[in-house]
């Protein structure tokens, strides 16, 4: 979905107009400037979509990031865990959050 031209209202600022769109920001054109935003992260929070297909779409995005969230703090969880109870994960860096100490854990396959 085009992004530019979509209309915005911000918490504070007002009505605004999105003028550039790249990557995961999001320059809006408000009355006092433009001022840039991390998409989508802060619809919902300080951003709304006056467009319904648009801010359907900002809903679909928002899900996705959440989503990814899950999965990364899961694996994070996951990883602690197990370098808690001494299991190594192959080819990966493990930290104990507690001593904030590191390890390098070599793959059996390594020969050097």
Wanted: with cysteine; proline share 3%.
């Amino acid at each position: 979905m085009e992004m530019i031209g979509q209309i915005v209202t911000h918490k504070t600022l007002g009505e605004g107009t999105v003028e550039k769109a790249e990557g995961r920001y999001l320059s809006i054109r408000f009355g006092c400037g433009v001022k840039t935003f991390v998409y989508p992260d802060t619809f919902g929070k300080f951003l709304t979509a006056s467009d319904p297909a648009f801010a359907k779409q900002v809903e679909i995005d928002l899900d996705a990031g959440r989503c990814e969230k899950e999965k990364s703090d899961a694996r994070r969880r996951e990883e602690a865990k197990c370098f808690s109870h001494g299991i190594v994960i192959p080819g990966r860096a493990a930290q104990s959050e507690d001593e904030g100490q590191s390890a390098y854990i070599k793959d059996e396959d390594d020969d050097a």
